[in-house]
Every structure is written in structure tokens, then in C-alpha cells.
């Protein structure tokens, strides 16, 4: 009872129940999370072997993918899909593109948070590729635009191999 009595707001109350929340969701791991991590570790080994990518990355990107990844044509319709497909800004005088406002906004940030974490550790050939494109006069925010769409290109190859490898499965009928 006395917790409470320190808290008189209700705002102050709720941050202390979610504090106390993501505290104990840190020290816990969940048994979803444990089966979620084999599931990867089997069917999605290829995408976790690749710089940058981890189980949140992966999870968001096949998820974004979905159940029937033939649906998608060719790596340019998985790159709109993720929303990192180039779209021309037509201003009359400059030639220049920004990203696609539409497509999966949780895998656009998976794709953001692979470029961040291969900036971070110095992936040498991300590195190469940023600082090349900055020399020819680039931004770095229209480099990063373009290995994020590099990176779904290679996202993409890896999920055809993971769709050839592993067929679907026939979906199951619910008898009512």
C-alpha cells in the first residue's frame, strides 16, 4: 500500500508498472521468444548469417515476406513492399529520388536498424559503398537510402533460396 501512496498521478503509476515490466522482460526470456529463435535458427539460417541481421530483423522481414513468398515477382516488388524502393522527385532542374512513403514500415526500420548496426561495426564493404557514394556528391541520407534497397535485394535472394529449400506446406483445413 505504500507504493501506491507514492505515486498520486496516475501517468507516475502507469510508468512504474511498465518500468517494472520491461525489467523483469529483460531478466526473463520468454518461452515464445525460445521458439521463435529455433524456428529462425532452422528455417532462416542463410539471412542470419549475413552482417547485420539478428532474430528481431529476420522476424520482421519474413513477416513481411508472408506466408506465400512467390507471390512476390522479383526483388524491385519485395523492395516497394519493405518501402525502400526509389521514387523520382521531380522538380524540373535535379535528377534525384527518395525512398517510397508506402510498403511494411516495420520492415523499413529492420532494414534501417541492419544499415545502423553495419555502419556501427564497420562492415567494410557498406563502408566503402557510403563513403563512395558521398565522393560522388551524394548524401549520406541518399547513400543509406541505397543500402538499405542493396540490402533488400539481398534479403530477397535469401528468401527465395529459404522458399526453394523449405516448400510450403498444403494449408490446413478446419473442419467446423
Request: charged share 25%.
Amino acid at each position: 500500500m505504500a507504493d501506491y501512496v507514492q505515486y498520486k498521478s496516475p501517468i507516475c503509476c502507469l510508468a512504474a508498472v511498465r518500468k517494472a515490466a520491461r525489467r523483469l522482460n529483460a531478466t526473463v526470456p520468454s518461452e515464445l521468444d525460445r521458439a521463435i529463435k529455433t524456428i529462425l535458427d532452422t528455417i532462416a539460417a542463410p539471412l542470419l548469417a549475413r552482417p547485420g541481421l539478428g532474430y528481431e530483423t529476420v522476424g520482421a522481414l519474413l513477416c513481411t515476406a508472408g506466408d506465400n513468398p512467390d507471390r512476390l515477382g522479383s526483388e524491385a516488388s519485395f523492395a516497394a513492399l519493405c518501402g525502400t524502393s526509389p521514387v523520382p522527385i521531380a522538380t524540373g532542374k535535379s535528377n534525384r529520388k527518395h525512398l517510397n512513403r508506402a510498403g511494411d514500415r516495420n520492415a523499413n526500420a529492420a532494414l534501417w536498424t541492419v544499415v545502423m548496426v553495419r555502419l556501427h561495426h564497420r562492415h567494410p564493404p557498406t563502408i566503402t559503398y557510403l563513403e563512395r557514394r558521398i565522393a560522388d556528391g551524394h548524401s549520406k541520407r541518399d547513400s543509406i537510402r541505397c543500402i538499405k534497397r542493396f540490402i533488400a535485394r539481398e534479403v530477397f535472394a535469401d528468401i527465395q533460396t529459404i522458399t526453394t529449400a523449405h516448400p510450403a506446406r498444403p494449408p490446413v483445413e478446419i473442419v467446423a
